[in-house]
């Protein structure tokens, strides 16, 4: 199987457990294996926006292509993660928050030390020819219950704070956390993005309502394999799933972003 996909990362570092509760950062030689691993299966890697552009109305992109992304703008991802796709020659999509830059990461205890990056290190991340810069919103905020008007104004208010900063369009949009209200891919329309994106088993193939499989560091050979393939969230949903996931709690594949 090689369907359409877009793949969802938070970073690339090795952190104990207690430092990385919600299973965030994937270990470099694991995140290049994956990656290796969808090459070889006979995948194209294209940038986001141009996945975008193959979404038919009604339809879906042609099999065999991937898209990269990278949620929340953390310092890894300039650092660790751009020469290591550059070596790969992967383009990718990074989301981040204008109102965060500099800031600890609000997932990671204190002692992680991990941040967003700062202003200069996101004008160096966005000079690089494989990178595009998308929006987060400002500062995370939630739009699970956003109103047109809300989520309208987050989306160009943090548009516009990057594209002041970089000095470059942006078109693409993460809603944080995955969620999303009713009203949201309309205001994400007309803020003038191109594309708008979720994860965790929401969403499907719409222009602003893109889903994307999102990867943990839980993540082993089987549970990639089923994402990589788009089987993850059906097999959850099905009875078999309902089954598992009653006889282990908590159920760790929470929503992301």
């Known amino acids: ?12 570092g090795r952190y104990p457990r207690e430092l990385d509760p919600r299973n965030l950062m994937i270990d470099p030689e694991r995140f290049r ?17 141009e996945f975008a552009s193959r979404l038919a109305p009604g339809g879906s992109p042609p099999d065999r292509v991937c898209a990269v992304t990278f949620d929340d703008g953390t310092t ?8 290591l796709l550059a070596d790969l020659q992967i383009p990718a999509t990074y989301f981040v928050c204008p109102g965060l830059l500099g ?3 609000f997932s990671f205890p204190a002692a992680a030390g991990v941040r967003m990056m700062g ?23 939630d739009l699970s219950r956003a109103s047109e008007e ?14 002041e900063l970089l000095q470059l369009p942006i078109q693409s949009f993460a809603y944080p956390r995955c969620v999303y209200s009713a009203a949201c891919p ?24 893109l889903a ?26 099905s009875r078999l799933g309902r089954v598992a996931r009653a006889a282990v709690r908590p159920v760790r594949h929470g929503r992301r972003g």
């Open 1 to 12: 199987m090689r369907p359409p996909l877009v793949l969802v990362y938070h970073g690339i």
């Open 33 to 49: 294996r994956q990656l290796e691993t969808i090459r070889s299966r006979g995948y194209r890697f294209v940038p986001l926006l």
């Open 76 to 83: 890894d991802q300039l650092e660790l993660v751009a020469p």
């Open 103 to 105: 800031e600890p990461h």
């Open 119 to 141: 202003a200069d290190e996101l004008r160096s991340l966005a000079a690089m020819p494989m990178a595009e810069i998308g929006s987060h919103t400002s500062t995370h905020a």
């Open 150 to 163: 809300y989520a309208y104004r987050e989306m160009v208010e943090s548009k516009a704070a990057l594209e």
């Open 186 to 209: 309309d205001a994400a329309r007309n803020a003038g993005y191109s594309v708008a994106v979720t994860c965790a088993g929401l969403g499907g193939w719409r222009q602003f309502e």
């Open 212 to 237: 994307r499989e999102a990867i943990d560091s839980l993540d082993g050979r089987i549970g990639f394999a089923l994402k990589s393939r788009r089987l993850f969230w059906p097999l959850r949903a």
